[in-house]
């Protein structure tokens, strides 16, 4: 059933836009099982010809105002993530993700903390004295990841062009790991596509 | 149907019915009002307390499922929990489940992760609850559901590790003990039971508590949308019922609440009032009754008293009433006891007017015929003797016609008084006119009849002073004792009659006791009598003339008719012996008429100087057709009215004069002639003789039989034929039986003789012979 909730529906618009060597720019919109714009959701595009990733840093996930900020954080393998406390409250940041365990114990503005995130996935991170707070570390392998704006769009360039999978994560989606996956061919003339997630 | 009015013999019972009756009704309908509103109170307060029950039961219910999800999501949110769930530690996801099991009080938890991996207890529930959240409606956190015929709440909570990594899922099974807990809650004794849905529309109780019906479906399915309450008609009573549907994972439920309250139990709290107004009621009809019957007591009392005293007056014994107040009642029974008395007293004056003589104040005729039955009757229960004394008085005729009635009647209740203190030990009583008698009765003396007779008898012989007057008289009386003398009134009555008879036939102013033989006399005269009428049909009687010798024609004159009496059987029977009887018996009259005719007839075979004499009783003489017979008989012969001489005594008088003499002159007027019989024996046989001119006087033949020997007879005789000669009457001396007084006779100057001297009576065949040598016999 679940399987079923999450259907790319593609809409290939053939651009007639000339590109350099073999790379193209991927524009992507995502919407909603409403039809509406999805925005915070990670879109990926998996090739084989893509390049490593590389940890450029350095990458942060602030607790402030009892909210993990940013809620979404996209990093490369390998990367180091800080979780500074700007609350004057003390955090208890967790995740019991298969990518990424870890459990960082009280602690205060003063205390600085920091993860290593190796494996690449998503990584749901919660605070144990506050419920509310929910953030995520995506950790991803490929260059090409980039969160949905608020008109739930994404875009990337010097794509690679041929065979890919595009891949959509986001809480909401209903399916194992909250992603849908799309595979999509990209032209020397780019690639723009609407994802609508469908139930 | 027949419904009889009920009849009522005592007005207090009528009225005490009648109050308590209108009493009682009223109570019953008050009390059947206020039952009705008991039960319509009783109703409307359980209808209240139900859906007040139904709103505090949702209410229990949610409070129940947030205190569960509560529980869940305190289970759900540990964050030793939440590590244990997101990294697949089942041992110790059981572990805290069970914990959690025991601690939260739930039958069973379980924790479902995302991919529908249940970890909890297996068994039938478990395949149910690893579905439940999928199932579950969004934003619905718990669902009642039927596993295995068993009914579970189930309860949802997502287990956050932050992101949604399975849920904690609570099952509580809705059983007996959770619905116990319910009903506790609520204010009223409710029952609460867990319904479950067969999959069609039928509903079945959980603990079978319920049967299956078809109004319990209707309530369920009615309920789904609103709440709705019902009458159920169950096995165990009636009683008010709404249903909660749960709702599971479907629309439609899978098992409901049903809470009752049964009638009983609502009426319950009302028994005491119910009681109350029963036991109100009852002392209430005790007290009316009470009241009633005091108030009707009061009311009919004194009028049973009366109609009791009515009754009593009825039946003639003195009735009087205790005059109790001064209302209608009292002056009515004051009115009563007059009226009473007045009755009494006018019936006692009745009843001693219709039992006593006026005159004397003493008891009457049916007083002493009472008295007499009485005393035979106690007489022959117990022995002793009754003496019936018959009084009459002589000769009291006389004394009313001397001295006037009113002296008369003086006389008798002197007599009457007399009487009573003679015999103060017997009951004396006046029969009527002259007639008194007296009865003994009881243990008295053997000698004590004579001698009460005896001493009227001497008390009698002085005179008796009545208005004035001293008047001499005297009594006679008749004894007859009982039972020796008769058996019954009638009997003693007449013995003592007869008794009366014989003491007047012997002289008067005697007393004689019944003799049997005297009775034989009676019943003697009876059979003569009888005879006699017997003897006027058959022709029994026959004529003997005795001849009348005419002295101075020296020849017979005349033929005396004498009656004779041929009896079949006695044979002759001397006219002393029935005339008497026939006299007693007005059957004179009839004989008289014979001998009349018959006189008559034979004389006009006589010679015409030859008269017929013809005796005549008072008794006919004075029978107002006496002139008509003797025309009659004149007529029928064709004789001469000179050639009848008829005979009479001076007894013809004794009535008085003047209706016998005016009847004389009339015979006299027809020519015949008239004797004057028995000179000299009378009272005052002068002055009749100066009343009428007789044509002839009969001289006794107590004179003529002395007249030889006795001078005085013979002047006697001497008297009366110059007394005759001097009136221009003829003389015929009777009885003459010898020549010396026919010579005696012959020389005073009598003109007629007859006796047997001459001739004795004889055959009317034998008169021819006589006419023919009389006159040489006589000579």
């Not at chain 2, 938890?109 to 991919?115: M, S």
């Not at chain 2, 044979?571 to 029935?578: A, K, L, S, W």
Request: net charge neutral; proline share 5%.
């Amino acid at each position: 059933m679940y399987a079923s909730v999450l259907r790319l529906s593609l809409m290939i618009v053939a651009l007639a836009l000339p590109v350099a060597g073999q790379a193209a720019t991927v524009a992507i919109d995502v919407r909603g099982f409403d039809g509406k714009p999805l925005a915070g959701a990670v879109v990926t595009i998996e090739t084989p010809k893509a390049p490593g990733v590389t940890v450029r840093g350095p990458y942060m996930i602030e607790q402030r105002d009892i909210s993990f900020q940013p809620h979404v954080l996209i990093v490369p393998v390998g990367a180091t993530v800080g979780f500074p406390n700007r609350d004057r409250v003390r955090h208890h940041v967790y995740s019991f993700s298969k990518t990424k365990k870890f459990d960082l114990k009280l602690y205060g503005r003063e205390d600085a903390r920091t993860v290593l995130f190796d494996r690449p996935g998503v990584v749901p991170l919660g605070c144990n004295i506050h419920d509310s707070m929910s953030g995520f570390v995506f950790v991803t392998a490929t260059p090409f990841a980039a969160l949905t704006d608020q008109a739930g769009h994404v875009s990337m360039t010097g794509v690679p062009v041929g065979a890919g999978t595009v891949r959509v994560w986001h809480p909401s989606i209903r399916a194992p790991g909250s992603t849908a996956s799309q595979p999509i061919d990209v032209a020397a003339t780019g690639f723009a596509t609407t994802f609508v997630l469908h139930r | 149907m027949d419904l009889r009015r009920p009849r009522f013999r005592h007005l207090r019972t009528k009225l005490s019915v009648l109050y308590a009756s209108l009493f009682a009704v009223t109570l019953v309908l008050l009390a059947v009002v206020a039952q009705a509103m008991i039960w319509t109170h009783a109703r409307d307060s359980v209808r209240q307390e139900l859906i007040t029950s139904g709103s505090v039961y949702d209410r229990i219910w949610l409070l129940r499922s947030q205190s569960l999800i509560a529980s869940a999501d305190l289970l759900s949110r540990d964050f030793g929990f939440r590590a244990a769930v997101a990294s697949g530690d089942r041992p110790t996801i059981a572990s805290a489940l069970a914990n959690i099991s025991h601690r939260a009080e739930v039958t069973a938890a379980f924790v479902v992760e995302q991919d529908g991996q249940v970890t909890g207890p297996s068994g039938a529930l478990a395949a149910t609850v690893a579905r439940f959240p999928f199932a579950v409606p969004n934003g619905r956190r718990d669902a009642v559901v039927v596993v295995a015929g068993q009914v579970y709440r189930l309860i949802l909570s997502p287990v956050m590790a932050p992101t949604q990594v399975g849920w904690v899922v609570f099952a509580v099974r809705l059983d007996g003990t959770e619905m116990h807990a319910l009903e506790r809650l609520s204010a009223i004794p409710l029952i609460a039971t867990i319904m479950r849905s067969d999959g069609a529309k039928r509903w079945h109780a959980a603990d079978r508590s319920v049967e299956s019906d078809a109004a319990v479906d209707d309530l369920v399915e009615a309920s789904r949308s609103s709440r709705t309450l019902a009458t159920l008609n169950l096995s165990t009573g009636r009683a008010f019922a709404i249903a909660k549907p749960l709702a599971g994972l479907t629309d439609r439920p899978q098992a409901a609440i049903l809470i009752r309250y049964p009638l009983n139990a609502a009426l319950t709290p009302y028994l005491p009032l119910q009681a109350g107004i029963a036991l109100a009621g009852l002392i209430g009809l005790i007290l009316v009754v009470l009241g009633s019957r005091r108030l009707a007591q009061g009311i009919a009392g004194p009028i049973a008293n009366l109609d009791a005293a009515a009754r009593a007056l009825e039946e003639g014994s003195h009735a009087h009433i205790v005059v109790k107040g001064r209302d209608e009642i009292g002056r009515l029974a004051a009115s009563f006891n007059r009226m009473s008395v007045g009755i009494l007293e006018r019936e006692s004056r009745i009843t001693h007017l219709a039992l006593h003589d006026v005159l004397t104040g003493l008891p009457n005729r049916t007083y002493f015929r009472e008295s007499l039955d009485q005393a035979i009757l106690q007489v022959g229960r117990t022995g002793g003797a009754i003496a019936v004394l018959c009084l009459d008085l002589d000769r009291f005729k006389g004394v009313n016609d001397t001295l006037g009635h009113p002296v008369g009647d003086a006389l008798l209740k002197a007599i009457g008084a007399m009487l009573s203190e003679s015999a103060p030990d017997g009951l004396v009583s006046r029969l009527g006119g002259d007639e008194y008698a007296i009865i003994l009765s009881g243990q008295f003396d053997a000698d004590r009849p004579r001698a009460l007779a005896q001493s009227i008898l001497d008390m009698m012989r002085q005179a008796v002073v009545a208005d004035g007057h001293q008047i001499a008289t005297a009594v006679s009386i008749g004894i007859a004792i009982g039972p020796a003398d008769g058996k019954d009134a009638d009997e003693l009555l007449k013995n003592a009659d007869l008794a009366l008879y014989l003491a007047k036939e012997d002289g008067r102013g005697v007393f004689r006791f019944f003799e049997p033989a005297l009775d034989a006399a009676a019943r003697w005269r009876r059979q003569v009598e009888l005879d006699l009428r017997e003897a006027i049909q058959a022709g029994q009687f026959v004529l003997n003339y005795q001849p009348v010798f005419d002295l101075k024609a020296d020849r017979i004159g005349g033929f005396e008719a004498l009656v004779r009496w041929h009896h079949p059987e006695r044979g002759v029977v001397p006219p002393v012996e029935f005339i008497p009887i026939a006299e007693d018996t007005g059957l004179i009259i009839a004989i008289g008429e014979w001998v009349m005719q018959e006189a008559c007839r034979q004389a006009m075979h006589w010679p015409e100087h030859v008269r017929v004499a013809v005796n005549v009783s008072p008794l006919q003489f004075r029978n107002t057709g006496f002139p008509s017979i003797v025309l009659q008989a004149l007529a029928h012969s064709g004789l001469a009215p000179s050639r009848l001489e008829i005979e009479i005594t001076e007894s013809v008088f004794l009535d008085g004069e003047g209706p016998v003499i005016a009847l004389l002159h009339k015979l006299r007027a027809m020519g015949i002639r008239v004797a004057l019989d028995d000179f000299g024996t009378g009272y005052s046989s002068l002055s009749y003789l100066r009343s009428f001119p007789f044509d002839k006087i009969k001289i006794d033949r107590s004179f003529i039989t002395s007249i030889a020997s006795d001078p005085s007879a013979a002047a006697i005789v001497r008297a009366i034929v110059d007394l005759a000669t001097a009136l221009d009457m003829e003389t015929t001396a009777e009885g003459v039986e010898d020549t010396g007084q026919l010579n005696m006779l012959r020389g005073e100057g009598c003109g007629n003789i007859q006796g047997y001297l001459f001739s004795r009576p004889v055959e009317s065949c034998r008169i021819a012979g006589l006419l023919e040598n009389g006159t040489s016999q006589a000579a």
